[in-house]
C-alpha cells in the first residue's frame, strides 16, 4: 500500500514562505509516494519505508529537452544526498536511481518535519549539519523547515535529517553558503511565533562546526533585504 503525498503543479501552496516563490525559486516538480513496509519488513518501526520521488514532465519544455533536465536532475540528487552523507550529515539512503524515469527511492527518515516541531535542539542540529555540509564544499540550496525530518528516539534522543538536495550544489563561495542560512532563517520566521531563540541556537549550531566569515556574509545580506 502507498499514500500519495505528492504535490502537483501548483505545488508549494499552503501558505508560509514556501508559497512566496520569490526570486530564484522554482515550484515543485517531484511527486512523492510513502511506499510501506512490504512482507518480511518491519511495519511498526517503519524503518524499511521508502519514499518514492519522481520528477513530472513539465509540458512547457520540449519534451527532450524535458526528459534530459529531469534525468540530470535526478542523479544530481542522488549524488548529493549521498555525497551529504559520506560528509557527515545526516540525510536518507539512496536505495536506487532509475534513470529513465527519473525517479528515486529514498530510506524514508523521520516522523514529522522541523515545522511541525520546532526547538532549539533541533535548530541547533541543523547549524551543525549546514556547516559540515558547507565544510564539505555543498550548499543544500533549499533549507526550509519542511526539508528538515525528525525523528524522536527516546526523551532526550533525536536526529534531525535534511531531506531534499533537488537544488544542492556543489559551491565553497561564502555567499552561497550564507544563503543557505538566510533561507533557513526566513522558514523559521515564517513558521515560529518567536523565532529569535530559534535563530540564534541555529547560528551557534553553525558557528561550532563552521566557518565565521559566512555569518558575518549572513549580516551583509540581511543587510541588502531591508533596503531593497
Ligand atoms: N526521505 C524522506 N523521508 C520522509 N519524508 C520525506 C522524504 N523525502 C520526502 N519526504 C516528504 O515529502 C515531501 C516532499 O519531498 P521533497 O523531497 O521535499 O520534494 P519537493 O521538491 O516537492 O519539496 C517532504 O517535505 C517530506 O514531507
Ligand atoms: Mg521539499
Known sequence: ?????GRGEGGREGGG???????GRRGAEATVEIAAAGAGEDAATGETRRVIKRRVPKRYRHPQLDRAIRR???VAEARLTSEARRAGVPTPLVYDVDV???????????????AADLDERWTTAVGRHLARLHGAGIVHGDPTTRNVRIERRG?????????DFGLAY???????????LHVFEGSV???????NPLIEAFEAGYAEAGDGDVLDR???VEGRGRYR
Open 72 to 74: 540530470e536532475r535526478t
Open 1 to 5: 500500500a502507498s499514500v500519495a503525498r
Open 218 to 220: 549572513l549580516r551583509t
Open 170 to 180: 556543489h559551491t565553497s563561495h561564502v555567499e552561497d553558503h550564507a544563503m543557505d
Open 155 to 163: 526523551e532526550r534522543d533525536a536526529r534531525a535529517t535534511l531531506i
Open 100 to 114: 529513465p524515469a527519473a525517479t528515486l527511492t529514498l530510506q524514508h527518515v523521520g516522523d514529522r518535519d522541523l
Open 17 to 23: 514562505w514556501e508559497s512566496d516563490g520569490g526570486a
Open 189 to 195: 520566521r515564517a513558521t515560529a511565533t518567536e523565532p
